[in-house]
């Protein structure tokens, strides 16, 4: 038996590549990067507008969905899941086999698989993609929990891997086809080291990086000799796109804009009215793509007054409007959310819709049952003493500072105070929920299986930001994971999603729908099965706007 353990120490350090932000203006850090070949011609190069400024676009360290919209194309997986049938496909790997007890995944590797730096792929490079995201010392915000019950590797010989598990783990193949699971090339890792990679990422993918300056822009070129492509890639197109150019729009007003003017060719994360007027335009087609996994929702903290309270939790749900917050905030292009998984999850359950129907006189009566009353005349209840005020973490995507204000705005009419803290990114979100200091945060997360939810619900999990312990919760959501029979994952999710309601852990907003548009001198836009992630290699270029 043919056994490899690679080990390369990835040393994250506080002097990892740092995004400032001065007087508006991004300050672009000085990095060595590598030099760019002579400029294609125009009509062979686009400009793909990205929204959000991440902390890193390190797929195996860090965890924000905005990287993978170029770093899908950059970066092949083991396996795909195909956009429209959702079955998995042959990636990386050509075959696979599943031990009858669930706990090795057998793979068989490609051959003739070259990275961009041209170096070989075979099972030695997947064994340094491991070990790379499993090191502690890489501090893996996604990918290494994306593994689940992983244990190690076995490497058959240079071509065939065996994955071990600790137990059985029903999501694996969807988690290795995600791009935070993406192999990257061994040389590479070794020559950047943890701090300049992400400037430098080598993959085996239909699009190569050439140049990232933080804060400013990526550029992607065609890789020439791709050939391994999995079948919902478009290899036969006839004018693909040679260059493709991401700049930062994280101004949502400035999206329209850019777009209507050609300064960029392909933006989402819209803003709903101004889609809705592009939608008018001849030269611009809208595609909204909604978003499996868990909805914009805001999740209550169990653990610190007056929210550590199950009746105070589903008084706040029962006055909160959130046909009017569709209506008015997303113009009526998002659902609205009923439960902890968006409605096109697999295994969603549409009970869900039943609980908390908006009812101001309901929760008038709710609260006044538990004591509060507006004892003072300002307008505020109060509990012995204490005002009703609840403390609010607002991140800056999704809409969710717009949400926020009419949820303020609709509270306030029920007597109820919030004070709005809104967090430039995720790492600053994830510092404010570790103070403690907040009773309601907002989050979505993305995922075609429902296992997301293990991230947020088990009493252990990373992102508990609902402080919550239910042993019934950690039981259902254990096995649902351990077990691949249909019918037991929706008996155990079934269970799942209507404890979460009845319990009144989240304030369900919206399901998440992208508004993305493009100009239409493009074709072809279309996105993976998580819907975040564009197919690049799909673009064809039809002609000059």
Request: a negative charge; charged letters at 20%.
């Amino acid at each position: 038996m043919f056994r490899n353990v690679l080990r390369t120490a990835f040393l994250l350090s506080c002097a990892s590549i740092v995004f400032l932000v001065c007087a508006g203006s991004m300050f672009l850090l000085n990095v060595l990067t590598r030099p760019i070949a002579a400029a294609q011609p125009a009509a062979s190069r686009i400009v793909y507008g990205l929204t959000l400024l991440p902390s890193g676009f390190d797929p195996h360290i860090n965890a924000s969905a905005e990287l993978g919209i170029p770093l899908r194309s950059v970066y092949d997986t083991l396996v795909y899941r195909d956009p429209i049938t959702k079955a998995f496909v042959p990636g990386l790997a050509e075959r696979w086999e599943i031990s009858p007890d669930g706990l090795i995944y057998t793979f068989y590797l490609r051959r003739g698989v070259r990275f961009h730096d041209g170096e070989p792929f075979n099972a030695l490079a997947v064994a340094a993609n491991l070990d790379r995201i499993t090191a502690p010392e890489t501090r893996s915000q996604k990918a290494i929990f994306m593994l689940g019950s992983f244990e190690r590797y076995i490497v058959r010989d240079e071509y065939t891997i065996e994955l071990v598990l600790k137990a059985p783990f029903a999501p694996l193949l969807d988690s290795l086809s995600q791009v935070y699971l993406g192999i990257a090339s061994p040389k590479a890792l070794r020559e950047y080291g943890t701090d300049l990679y992400q400037l430098h990422q080598v993959g085996t993918g239909p699009y190569q990086m050439v140049e990232f300056i933080p804060g400013d822009y990526i550029l992607l070129r065609r890789n020439p000799i791709y050939r391994w492509a999995p079948p919902f890639y478009r290899m036969d197109n006839p004018a693909p796109v040679e260059e493709i150019e991401f700049r930062f729009f994280t101004d949502p007003a400035t999206r329209a804009p850019a777009l209507e003017s050609g300064a960029v060719d392909i933006i989402g994360e819209l803003a709903p009215l101004d889609a809705l007027a592009l939608a008018r335009r001849d030269d611009i087609a809208l595609l909204p793509q909604p978003i499996p996994g868990m909805p914009l929702q805001f999740l209550f903290n169990t653990a610190k007054a007056p929210t550590d309270r199950l009746e105070v939790r589903r008084a706040i749900i029962t006055a909160t409007d959130r046909v009017a917050i569709i209506d008015s905030v997303f113009q009526q292009l998002s659902p609205v959310a009923y439960g902890p998984l968006t409605a096109v999850t697999p295994f969603y359950e549409p009970q869900v819709k039943q609980y908390y129907p908006h009812s101001r006189e309901v929760a008038r009566r709710t609260l006044a049952e538990l004591g509060y009353m507006d004892n003072n005349g300002d307008k505020i209840l109060d509990l012995n003493g204490v005002p009703l005020r609840l403390i609010v973490i607002v991140p800056t995507w999704g809409y969710a500072p717009q949400v926020a204000q009419r949820l303020q705005s609709q509270w306030r009419e029920q007597g109820i105070e919030a004070e709005l803290r809104q967090v430039p990114n995720l790492a600053g979100l994830l510092a404010a929920v570790q103070s403690g200091d907040y009773h309601l945060v907002a989050f979505n997360d993305f995922g075609a299986d429902p296992s997301v939810l293990n991230n947020f619900y088990l009493s252990d999990a990373r992102n508990n930001f609902m402080r919550v312990s239910n042993a019934n919760l950690d039981q259902w959501l254990r096995q649902a994971v351990q077990t691949s029979d249909p019918a037991q994952r929706q008996n155990f999710y079934t269970g799942v999603q209507g404890l979460i309601m009845d319990q009144a852990l989240i304030l369900p907003i919206r399901d998440y729908v992208n508004l993305n548009a493009h100009r239409k001198r493009i074709s072809g836009l279309a996105f993976d099965a998580y819907g975040w992630f564009p197919l690049l290699a799909n673009l064809t270029l039809v002609g000059d706007d």
